[in-house]
T-cell receptor, first 113, second 113 residues
Framework: DSGVTQTPKHLITATGQRVTLRCSPR?????VYWYQQSLDQGLQFLIQYYNGEERAKGNILERFSAQQFPDLHSELNLSSLELGDSALYFC????????????FGSGTQLSVL | GESVGLHLPTLSVQEGDNSIINCAYS??????FIWYKQESGKGPQFIIDIRSNMDKRQGQRVTVLLNKTVKHLSLQIAATQPGDSAVYFC????????????FGKGTSLLVTP
């Protein structure tokens, strides 16, 4: 168990809908990262937060947004969902320094029908 | 941006043999590298990491080799066991691209009895 908690584990929704994925980092970690994993693209970095502030941005679509709350949990919001958004979404956490390994949660499997 | 890739999408080895999984990266400013293991239905799990001031690092049954000249790293698994069957990812981080880890697409390792 990595100590990173993600909910829900599975999510099935329809095109055009909006969903929220939730992540609780390991105790003591200040930084949260979101990754998208699809079959043909591997693990794609979406966005990173550190102590409530956005720190780094990857290939995140404008339809997607995230935030980190004062209690350090984070939410990833996906809107106007398309079939191609179906993927595994992982949250990871670290203390936020450079050259540190990330601890990953078990992921949320999103299926857009 | 950083491009990280694995040389082979799949690798099949016999139980007891040594496994070598290779990875190439594109950014010469990359200074931190990690190998992760992902089993079916789970999030990536940290195996071993190495900083750019090192050429080799050993863990329990695993060794990571880094060749900065050709921008290549490898993961060696000694006496491969059935429990080693998983997808293996390399990831790289560079100071000039922020704190995010950039992942390759993964090599699926299958250990046969």
């Amino acid at each position: 168990d990595s100590g990173v908690t993600q909910t829900p584990k599975h999510l099935i929704t329809a095109t055009g809908q909006r969903v929220t994925l939730r992540c609780s980092p390991r105790s003591g970690d200040l930084s949260v990262y979101w990754y998208q994993q699809s079959l043909d693209q591997g693990l794609q970095f979406l966005i990173q937060y550190y102590n409530g502030e956005e720190r780094a941005k990857g290939n995140i679509l404008e339809r997607f947004s995230a935030q980190q709350f004062p209690d350090l949990h984070s939410e990833l919001n996906l809107s106007s969902l398309e079939l191609g958004d179906s993927a595994l979404y992982f949250c990871a956490s670290s203390s936020g320094g450079l050259n540190e390994k990330l601890f990953f949660g078990s992921g949320t499997q999103l299926s857009v029908l | 941006g950083e491009s990280v890739g694995l040389h082979l999408p799949t690798l099949s080895v016999q139980e007891g043999d040594n496994s070598i999984i290779n990875c190439a990266y594109s950014n010469s400013a990359s200074d931190y590298f990690i190998w992760y293991k992902q089993e079916s239905g789970k999030g990536p799990q940290f195996i071993i990491d190495i900083r750019s001031n090192m050429d080799k690092r050993q863990g329990q049954r695993v060794t990571v080799l880094l060749n900065k000249t050709v921008k290549h790293l490898s993961l060696q698994i000694a006496a491969t066991q059935p429990g080693d069957s998983a997808v293996y990812f390399c990831a790289a981080q560079s100071r000039n691209s922020g704190y995010a880890l950039n992942f390759g697409k993964g090599t699926s390792l299958l250990v046969t009895p």
